[in-house]
């Protein structure tokens, strides 16, 4: 959770009663920043951790940098562990978006499902993600789209209610919403995988 005046006129805490203009902005940043945070993470730094685990690392023609650039040395098919470096990095995406802990502690079977359905949303998201920071080759394009899927998804809950710890909530509501993404989620996830059998066009340079 955020620190400071964002995190407090979001949340409601440190006695902050702000307009409703004032939270829809602090809403707003706060999903960009977790866009720049998170897509630094998983698709610069981990996306190329599990590029070199896998054989596709600055040695062997990639190159990605926490400035947010990714590069190939030549055109033609994507480099063969690229795919599983998608995989792998979407994947922990996933999996750290939930705790079974907070599962456990709801205990009901509403949260268990969405302690079950939160890392597929999240890993689908992530690896279509992955996908287009290797087409776009920028960490800004990246954060962008992240931040403004967040302000879709989250936004509206974050201006009314405030910050939550977890997304195992218990609540139908929440359920019914986090299922719908996993399903509007899975064609673009389709789509991102196609991209990997198919030529690039050539290196990406700086964003």
């Given at each position: ?129 992955a996908a287009l920071f290797m087409r776009t080759g920028s960490l800004w394009t990246v954060a962008g789209v992240h931040g403004l899927f967040n302000l879709m998804y989250t936004g ?47 290196s990406c340079g700086p964003p």
């Amino acid at each position: 959770e955020p620190a400071g005046a964002v995190g407090d006129a979001v949340s409601g805490g440190a006695g902050v009663a702000p307009g409703l203009t004032f939270r829809v902005a602090a809403v707003a940043l706060l999903c960009l920043f977790t866009g720049v945070f998170e897509e630094g993470v998983f698709r610069v730094l981990a996306l190329d951790a599990f590029a070199l685990a896998f054989g596709t690392g600055r040695r062997n023609g990639y190159d990605a940098t926490v400035s947010g650039s990714i590069a190939f040395k030549s055109a033609g098919p994507w480099p063969r562990g690229m795919l599983k470096a998608a995989i792998a990095s979407s994947a922990l995406f996933g999996i750290l978006h939930v705790s079974a802990v907070d599962a456990a502690a709801a205990g009901s079977a509403v949260a268990w499902a969405q302690f079950a359905l939160k890392p597929v949303q999240a890993g689908l998201f992530g690896f279509f993600m992955a996908a287009l920071f290797m087409r776009t080759g920028s960490l800004w394009t990246v954060a962008g789209v992240h931040g403004l899927f967040n302000l879709m998804y989250t936004g509206p809950v974050l201006v009314t209610s405030g910050l939550s710890s977890t997304y195992v909530t218990g609540s139908p509501a929440d359920l019914a919403l986090l299922a719908t993404t996993v399903l509007l989620l899975i064609p673009p996830a389709l789509a991102a995988a196609h991209t990997f059998g198919s030529p690039r066009e050539g290196s990406c340079g700086p964003p």
